[in-house]
């Protein structure tokens, strides 16, 4: 790997820290928190539909393979949410109200280590798929932090907690790239499709789903076309 990528690989951790920063100075009510949600979706949507669908079939591994891999990482990201959610329910058993639960902690790490592999996975693959993963999947981790801020959560947790998930992005990153690095296009392939499902899982089970918890105004589905135009223009000019 050379520094340059190393670099670049670093700028989803560096932002993951600054959104915790941003998230303690600042505390957006349900509606703001909706609408950062969207956007958010919108980016990982032209993510998968703009560069990582296109680079597995750029790859050409073998159609079984890759469909084999998708299911695999449906059913994985299937098996997360009932995991998390049984864990919520201990933990309103037990009447724990105070800081993040253990769910939502949890899933969100696990989703921000797929995403750090997404994006090793991308430099393995070569191009400018790695480049544009990394600076597309930070805009998700810029806002992550605002998404764990409530009312039972310190600034000195979600500080601490956007900390951990940048050192977790990071080395998820550059674990995915030296173990992919020099590998098959079958491996990479089926690599990449085990990620898309878990971003598609990541837009359609959580990010659009805690969004649409309040009343969505019509300006939310502006703003989701807006994180995909961002990802997209940015794919285009080839930044």
């Given at each position: 790997m050379t520094l340059h990528n190393l670099l670049l690989i670093s700028i989803p951790a560096v932002v993951a820290l600054c959104g915790g920063f941003l998230a303690a100075y600042w505390k957006p009510n349900h509606q703001s928190r909706s609408l950062i949600q969207h956007f958010?979706?919108?980016?990982?949507?032209?993510?998968?539909?703009?560069?990582?669908?296109?680079?597995?079939?750029?790859?050409?591994?073998?159609?079984?393979?890759?469909?084999?891999?998708f299911a695999l990482g449906s059913l994985f990201m299937y098996g997360?949410?009932?995991?998390?959610?049984?864990?919520?329910?201990?933990?309103?058993?037990?009447?724990?109200?105070?800081?993040?639960?253990?769910?939502?902690?949890?899933?969100?790490?696990?989703?921000?280590?797929?995403?750090?592999?997404?994006?090793?996975?991308?430099?393995?693959?070569?191009?400018?798929?790695?480049?544009?993963?990394?600076?597309?999947?930070?805009?998700?981790?810029?806002?992550?932090?605002?998404?764990?801020?409530?009312?039972?959560?310190?600034?000195?947790?979600?500080?601490?907690?956007?900390?951990?998930?940048?050192?977790?992005?990071?080395?998820?990153?550059?674990?995915?790239?030296?173990?992919?690095?020099?590998?098959s296009h079958t491996v990479i392939g089926a690599a990449l499709a085990f990620s898309a499902a878990a971003l598609l899982y990541l837009v359609t089970e959580e990010l659009l789903m805690e969004a649409h918890v309040v009343q969505e105004k019509p300006i939310s589905t502006l703003v989701l076309f807006a994180g995909f135009l961002i990802f997209w223009s940015i794919q285009l000019m080839g930044v």
């Open positions: 958010a979706a919108g980016v990982v949507l032209a993510a998968l539909a703009v560069e990582l669908l296109p680079e597995i079939g750029r790859e050409h591994a073998p159609g079984p393979v890759l469909i084999g891999a997360l949410k009932f995991w998390t959610e049984h864990l919520e329910h201990q933990d309103q058993l037990a009447g724990i109200r105070a800081g993040i639960g253990r769910g939502l902690l949890l899933a969100t790490f696990i989703d921000v280590a797929v995403d750090g592999f997404i994006i090793g996975a991308g430099f393995a693959a070569g191009g400018a798929t790695g480049p544009i993963l990394a600076i597309g999947l930070s805009v998700e981790l810029l806002f992550l932090g605002l998404a764990l801020t409530s009312d039972r959560v310190s600034d000195r947790q979600i500080v601490l907690v956007s900390g951990g998930l940048g050192v977790t992005v990071l080395l998820c990153a550059v674990l995915g790239n030296l173990l992919l690095a020099g590998a």
